[in-house]
């Protein structure tokens, strides 16, 4: 008997909702930082090769080594290039 | 009472870290919610914001990057190593480590969650934001001697936190425990929906600005 009366499910009251909802917040992290990688790795790809500089060896740099491949992209990272010459001298 | 926050303080431990009894810090008759490594990263990214009242305010650079390369390299390099087989590390090495990691990373974050248009409008944050973010600027918003201050405190908690482990006094675990929770929500629940905010709308900019161009 004790055993049938364990497998009747129980309603789910307040606490298990408020679990469930944490628990769904934890299922998102990976998602979210997955997000913010792909959106670090683009905007080091389009601001490398707005530079001059090699767009896709940073990319792969940054996609293996994460924060440390950004913060050495940033130090080494050039000037931007000006976009128009500067007007000549009247 | 004590267990119930416990277990809430282990199980929110247990979504970011591994929990190896042999990696973790033994401390007023329990393990500390996370293993040596995030204890000490967790910690140091707390100290890491006693520095912001040192940042220059009229400053638009990134903190210095030369010196948060420096910081960040050895907690990576450790755990890499280790991860890879080369060679195991001791508890001692990778609270230290980690520790100079999590000093060194929050001026950093917070420099970038300074892009989050969401960021000005908080009423207390707001004070801590450089006015504007310009990642070519020379001039850092936080400098190298900050930066080394930061250093020697975490430093000064290593040699803390060494000499009360294995202690069985709790005052210990309840003072370090709150503290690592409290850091490990805000940095892994939180800021990264701050991070993915400012890149998307730092993205948004860049198509305006070249579609317009």
Same mark, same amino acid.
């Given at each position: 008997m004790a055993k049938v009366s364990k497998m009747i499910p129980l309603p789910i009251g307040q606490w298990e909702w408020g679990f469930l909802g944490f628990a769904g917040l934890v299922c998102l992290i990976p998602v979210v930082w997955f997000i913010i990688a792909v959106l670090l790795c683009i905007w080091v790809y389009r601001d490398a090769e707005s530079r001059g500089m090699n767009g896709a060896m940073w990319l792969i740099i940054v996609i293996i080594t994460g924060i440390l491949g950004l913060i050495v992209y940033l130090v080494v990272r050039k000037d931007k290039k000006s976009g128009a010459p500067p007007p000549p001298p009247s | 009472m004590e267990d119930l926050i416990t277990h809430f303080f282990n199980f929110v431990g247990h979504v970011v870290c591994h929990q190896i009894p042999e990696r973790t810090l033994w401390i007023g008759g329990r393990y500390l919610p996370v293993c040596s490594r995030d204890t000490g990263a967790y910690l140091g990214l707390c100290i890491g914001y006693l =520095?912001? *009242?040192?940042? /220059? /305010?009229d400053a638009h650079g990134p903190p210095n990057l030369w010196i948060t390369f420096f910081m960040v390299v050895p907690m990576i390099v450790d755990a890499a190593t280790q991860t890879l087989g080369v060679r195991t590390s001791t508890n001692e090495l990778r609270l230290i480590t980690g520790l100079i990691f999590g000093v060194a990373l929050a001026p950093f974050l917070v420099y970038l969650v300074? =892009?989050? *248009? =969401?960021s000005r409008k908080l009423p207390i944050v707001q004070g801590f934001l450089p006015k504007s973010v310009r990642l %070519? %600027? /020379?001039? *850092?918003?936080?400098n190298s001697q900050s930066l080394g201050l930061g250093l020697l405190m975490a430093v000064a908690l290593f040699f803390a936190i060494n000499s009360v482990v294995?202690?069985?006094?709790?005052i210990f675990y309840w003072l370090l425990s709150p503290l690592i929770v409290c850091s490990v929500v805000w940095h892994i629940f939180l800021l990264p929906l701050f991070l993915a905010l400012s890149l998307f709308a730092y993205l948004r900019t860049l198509s305006c600005s070249s579609s317009s161009s």
């Open positions: - | =520095l912001l *009242p040192l940042r /220059k /305010k300074s =892009l989050v *248009p =969401l %070519d %600027d /020379k001039e *850092p918003w936080l294995g202690s069985t006094s709790p």
